[in-house]
Antibody, heavy 118, light 109 residues
Framework: EVQLVESGGDLVQPGGSLRLSCAASGFTFSTYWMSWVRQAPGMGLEWVAN????????FYVDSVKGRFTISRDNARNSLSLQMTSLRAEDTAVYYC???????????WGQGTMVTVSS | DIQMTQSPSSLSASVGDRVTITCRAS??????LHWYQQKPGKAPKLLIY???ILQSGVPSRFSGSGSGTDFTLTISSLQPEDFATYYC???????????FGGGTKVGIK
């Protein structure tokens, strides 16, 4: 079964840090561009960051540049998002998602909730 | 950055109705447009990619059309399980940036 399972979401104070993880199974992880997509409560979807199949290229939405770092370990079929200097506006469900080459996100995890609040 | 505008933002429809949702890009994106369905508390699900190609396993009542700046998602006969929020997404500017539309919530009339 094709699966992405996120973990690491938590309640964190403004200015704090958090690391999200995503475990992949059931597909050839190393052939997929991987992304993090977030959804604030009651709001729409926002792409956050992505990483090339071999990890050599990474891109970020402007609002997280310099604060978030995406990484992957193809040997362990895992994706991570290191988040620092967290702000209230980073509060959201964070999904990991995979793209097989069509440009569309054809694999999604179930999401993990990040709440930034004092 | 490319802006994606969906309309309407919400609609009410009955089972069996034909439903059309539109998505407009701020610049031409060729056919690099995809549609998702999201139900409350669940992850989005890919319905259509490259503007008109039905994802495997998606019912044929869903269809997509368009190219350039204007796109549509059509549900030919709305079913009870189709009440959800629908998003479009462009990948023309991928991988440096990716944008979603604001969503269209399809509710029960």
């Amino acid at each position: 079964e094709v699966q992405l399972v996120e973990s690491g979401g938590d309640l964190v104070q403004p200015g704090g840090s958090l690391r999200l993880s995503c475990a992949a199974s059931g597909f050839t992880f190393s052939t997929y561009w991987m992304s993090w997509v977030r959804q604030a409560p009651g709001m729409g979807l926002e792409w956050v960051a992505n990483i090339e199949e071999d990890g050599s290229e990474k891109f970020y939405v402007d609002s997280v540049k310099g604060r978030f770092t995406i990484s992957r370990d193809n040997a362990r079929n895992s994706l991570s998002l290191q988040m620092t200097s967290l702000r209230a506006e980073d509060t959201a469900v964070y999904y990991c998602a995979g793209t097989s080459g069509t440009g569309a996100f054809d694999i999604w995890g179930q999401g993990t909730m990040v709440t930034v609040s004092s | 950055d490319i802006q994606m505008t969906q309309s309407p933002s919400s609609l009410s429809a009955s089972v069996g109705d034909r439903v059309t949702i539109t998505c407009r890009a701020s610049q031409s994106i060729s056919y690099y447009l995809h549609w998702y369905q999201q139900k409350p508390g669940k992850a989005p699900k890919l319905l259509i990619y490259a503007a008109s190609i039905l994802q495997s396993g998606v019912p044929s009542r869903f269809s997509g059309s368009g190219s350039g700046t204007d796109f549509t998602l059509t549900i030919s006969s709305l079913q009870p399980e189709d009440f959800a929020t629908y998003y479009c997404q462009e990948s023309y500017s991928s991988p440096q940036a990716l944008s979603f539309g604001g969503g269209t919530k399809v509710g029960i009339k």
